[in-house]
């Protein structure tokens, strides 16, 4: 034996509970999607109110994204970087609180979101004390990792840990400037920013989540896992640099792709868009990367199902590398903004690219975890037929639902007047394409079904103690060193340099964005008639949140014909200074309603909350009984106004005199009265029907006195 | 010195037993790369025409809006029925077919709030003699068209198409003198039904489409 050679052994223990993690989350996180799904097509699903449509759907996004795909890169993470640095894990305590951290985490949102504690932003929905949880596990994780590399036995480092490396640090940054806010009670808080520049922030980290949370640790799987199942080299390394660096520099920029046509300054939605057309190639470096490291091995792919998985995932990767660039042009923006197009667009992504990487390399694990054969290749074979159906299904479903919805939105007749104009039509016309997509992601579920069994079966089969192989490898300071080929080599021996500069690519990036967005007072003209809500709009506004009324109704319209005819003036980025979190909305499924004040009288709000196909008789909207019942907390109101106030919205007296409860009961009072006298139900003065309702007669109000002055507000005083 | 496979040179590295080769990067990749930077400088620097943001979108969209005013009038301004159109409304009273596709525009869009029945809830009973806006057809017809959005009554010329606007107004005014139970209570004034000194309607026929309609409740 050599005396120079460490002895250590891999830990595998750790990769077989995040894979398992990682199978279990994934069916629930799916059969979630079904339910949301079906419950679209058939809204007496609807069935109680912590299992609404509004609801649900966070916990759906959150437990696909973090949940499965958060413990399948974990997984990879873990197996992968012992072998490539050459060294076990830095702490397998570190390692364990790791897992059950996450899994804790996990856990309380799936507790949280039905019970309707949100943060209404797009990902980032889950609540302060679970984000501080989310924060501190994640430093335990680049801890671990970070110190694996210190002490590998390994020089240089492989091009799946730059990717690896530049995900942690990113969703690090982004996880915490997001979520900054100011908690109003234990699960409650306002975000600090308002209106345009949390929408700025929130695509910011929303855009860029998955650029770093579901891309780059993917890509970083992918270039430990395609090479070795396919038994080749890599295809180029140069391409992994040009790549990975153009990647890490100009992902960041893209986020407002995501508000094009919004109040956001037009030229931020510019750049977003320009630098996600840039972004094609180098996203595409990876595709060409994967598939060509599968030269000359293709008849490999016939028999192996791992193989099978990973062409698809690749090839799903490029299509939504393509599309993505493509969306974020403005014109096909305009059309597919706010449409179930971006649903499938994410899905093309998740099911394909995330999901079959995952499903590859566990496939590829299961004999080498669990040391036995794979209990079935044929079941595995069957799996992929599933999946990759059921994804087709889905896909065609979806992307001609969301044609057909955009393009009945804009559709005018011969006399310029909207065809469509009631929103429930176009809803109708979409009916059979939810079904197909119900039946499309059954197929995938069934397939995850399984690709369970398979696991287990292997599980089983394992041998009673796990044979530990002794690996031997000499440290670094004893290692030969070579005089370096490039400067890009001498970066790969030198971590901390190497994630330095990562850092260093994505903050710049950030704040050639975020400063001018913050800073410059012309982005966002104040608007003198835009006042803050009332304390009893501002618990309505509450209301709204809680119930996810976001998911499916937008605020935000944008400054088209086919718009402004359907709903009223275009929205203004003074319009929601006092919006901490903003509630702009991604998505249609319901009408926007950024100009719903006025528009209907009280006591229709109130029927059509209670029972909304009593009032519109297709509408897919779930019923609310329960908020005719509930009662407002008036006693917590003056805590939110002030945290308001906290973060610079003028309330005056309501703050300084402490009036906030009492202003909202006179409000509420004068408005029950109202809506008995219209021969509605009686005693509503304190039931939180009356604090939604005053909200939603106050949107879009403020402007309305302002017409006029309204088109080209002024950039008069106080930028924010 | 070329070897067969010249692109395929492996580095001389390898980790956990994977290799790299050294080829270049596709000169197609880099190509549409360079041009989508070359593009992308353009486009943000919007100094050629056709390739940028040109005014922007705020001015873009008042010129789709004149554009559209040129071509299809002022939409949006408040409508007068004419005598033509109340005309129409007085004829679809006697179309049996007319009257149902009435009752079927009546029923998607203003049971909500004037209830099945016309009885009456968050907008008034439209069967009783008590009106707010006038009961003549071509008033009926205005008010419909217009809406009272101040009120809570939607404006339903965006909404609903021309004949459809009359159709719905002959139904309502087939619905008149029939007795919902439990109607809202009055609002106001009470006036002389006038539908039939319209031009075009006989007291005749009034009579007759009340009679029918009395006897289906």
Redesign the interface.
């Given at each position: 034996m050599n005396a120079s050679l460490d002895s250590f052994k891999y830990d595998d223990a750790i990769v077989r509970k995040f894979l398992v993690a990682t199978f279990v989350w994934g069916l629930v996180g799916m059969l979630v999607g079904l339910f949301i799904a079906l419950q679209l097509a058939v809204p007496s699903f609807n069935v109680a109110p912590f299992l609404t449509f509004g609801r649900l759907r966070p916990l759906h996004t959150n437990a696909v994204i973090f949940a499965f795909a958060g413990n399948a890169f974990f997984t990879g993470c873990y197996y992968?970087s012992q072998?490539?640095l050459?060294a076990r894990m830095f702490s397998d305590l570190l390692s364990r609180l790791h897992f059950w951290g996450w899994q804790l985490i996990i856990v309380s949102a799936a507790v949280t979101l039905p019970l309707g504690f949100t943060q209404a932003k797009e990902y980032a929905e889950l609540e302060w004390p679970i984000d501080i949880m989310i924060a501190v596990v994640w430093v335990i994780f680049a801890v671990n990792f970070f110190g694996t590399i210190a002490k590998r036995r390994?020089r240089?480092l492989?091009?799946a840990l730059w990717f690896y490396i530049a995900s942690i640090i990113t969703v690090a940054i982004l996880h915490i400037f997001n979520n900054l806010s100011i908690p109003v009670g234990p699960l409650k808080s306002y975000s600090i920013y308002a209106g345009v520049q949390d929408a700025f922030m929130q695509w910011w980290y929303g855009h860029n989540a998955v650029a770093f949370f579901l891309t780059t640790p993917f890509l970083g799987l992918m270039y430990?896992f395609m090479?070795?199942a396919a038994n080749k080299?890599?295809?180029?390394?140069?391409?992994?640099i040009?790549h990975f660096w153009?990647l890490v520099f100009m992902y960041i920029w893209a986020g407002p792709h995501h508000l094009h046509?919004t109040a956001l300054p037009?030229w931020a939605s510019?750049?977003g868009?320009?630098?996600s057309?840039?972004l094609?190639?180098?996203s595409?470096?990876g595709m060409?990367n994967g598939l060509l490291t599968l030269r000359g091995a293709w008849h490999k792919v016939v028999e192996d199902p791992v193989l099978k998985f990973f062409v698809v995932a690749v090839t799903a990767y490029g299509m939504a590398t393509f599309e993505g660039p493509m969306l974020s042009i403005k014109s096909v923006n305009a059309l597919a903004h706010y449409t179930d197009w971006i649903i499938a667009h994410v899905h093309t992504g998740a099911l394909g690219w995330n999901g079959f990487l995952t499903f590859g390399m566990i496939y590829w694990l299961l004999p080498r975890l669990f040391q036995t054969k794979l209990y079935s290749t044929k079941l595995a074979e069957l799996h992929f037929w599933l999946a990759t159906f059921g994804m087709i299904l889905y896909a065609v479903a979806i992307y001609s639902a969301g044609l057909t919805q955009g393009l009945m939105w804009r559709a005018f007749?011969e006399?310029?007047?909207?065809q469509f104009?009631?929103f429930i039509e176009t809803t109708m016309k979409l009916m059979p394409m939810y079904w197909v997509r119900a039946v499309g992601g059954g197929l995938y579920i069934i397939g995850m079904l399984l690709f369970g069994w398979n696991i287990l079966k292997t599980w089983a089969a394992r041998p009673k103690v796990y044979d530990e192989p002794v690996i031997q490898a000499a440290p670094l300071k004893v290692q030969a060193h070579k005089p370096e080929p490039s400067l890009h080599r001498r970066w790969e021996g030198l971590p901390l340099v190497f994630s330095l500069l990562t850092a260093l690519a994505v903050i710049v990036a950030s704040l050639f964005e975020i400063i001018p967005t913050f800073l410059i007072r012309t982005n966002i003209p104040t608007i003198a008639s835009v006042k803050p809500y009332t304390p009893l709009e501002l618990a309505g506004r509450d209301l709204y949140i809680r119930e996810g009324c976001f998911n499916c109704h937008s605020q935000m319209i944008r400054?088209?014909?086919y718009e402004?005819?359907r709903y009223g003036e275009?929205s203004k980025p003074g319009e929601s200074v006092y919006d901490h979190p903003f509630l702009w909305g991604s998505r249609r499924i319901g009408p926007d309603l950024a100009r719903e004040g006025?528009?209907?009288?009280d006591?229709?709000h109130v029927?059509?909350m209670q029972d909304p196909r009593?009032?519109?008789?297709k509408s897919i909207m779930p019923p609310y009984p329960g908020l005719l019942t509930s009662t407002i907390d008036f006693a917590g109101i003056q805590k939110r106004v002030d945290v308001m106030a906290m973060l610079g919205v003028p309330y005056g007296d309501a703050v300084t005199q402490k009036k906030a409860a009492e202003m909202a009961k006179a409000q509420a009072k004068e408005m029950a009265a109202g809506i008995a006298a219209?021969?509605g139900p009686a005693g509503l003065e304190d039931k939180e029907i009356t604090a939604l309702v005053a909200y939603l007669q106050r949107l879009g109000q403020d402007i309305k006195q302002a017409t006029g002055v309204a088109h080209h507000a002024a950039p008069a005083d106080g930028g924010m | 010195m070329s070897t067969p496979r010249d692109e395929d040179r492996l580095l001389d590295h390898q980790y956990d037993e994977i290799q790299e080769y050294d080829n270049p990067t596709p000169g197609w990749w880099t190509w549409i790369f360079v041009a989508t930077i070359l593009w992308g400088a353009l486009y943000f620097f919007n100094v050629i025409p056709g390739i940028g943001t040109g005014k922007g979108r705020v001015a873009n969209y008042e010129s789709e809006m004149a554009a559209a005013k040129a071509k299809y009038g002022e939409a949006q301004a408040p409508k007068q029925a004419s005598a033509a159109d109340a005309a129409s409304v007085l004829a679809s009273l006697h179309d049996p077919a007319a009257l149902a596709a009435g009752k079927e525009i009546f029923t998607t869009n203003c049971v909500s709030c004037h209830r099945a029945d016309l009885g009456g809830q968050i907008g008034p009973n439209l069967t009783d003699d008590f009106w707010i806006h006038g009961n003549k057809p071509q008033e009926i017809l205005t008010t419909i068209v217009n809406g009272v959005p101040d009120k809570g009554m939607p404006t339903w010329s965006a909404v609903l198409k021309g004949d459809q606007l009359a159709k719905a107004a002959a139904y309502v005014i087939s619905m008149h003198g029939t007795h919902p139970v439990a109607p809202k209570e009055p609002q106001g004034v009470k006036l002389e039904w006038a539908a039939s000194s319209e031009p075009g309607a006989s007291e005749h026929a009034h009579g007759m489409e009340n009679h029918e309609n009395g006897e289906k409740h």
């Open positions: 992968s072998r490539l050459k390994e240089h492989y091009v430990y090479p070795k080299p890599v295809y180029s390394y140069r391409l992994s040009v153009t046509y037009e510019t750049l868009m320009v630098f057309v840039m094609w190639m180098p595409w470096g060409i007749d006399t310029g007047r909207l104009p009631d400054p088209f014909r402004t005819e275009y006025g528009k209907y009288p006591l229709w029927r059509h009593s009032i519109t008789q219209q021969g | -």
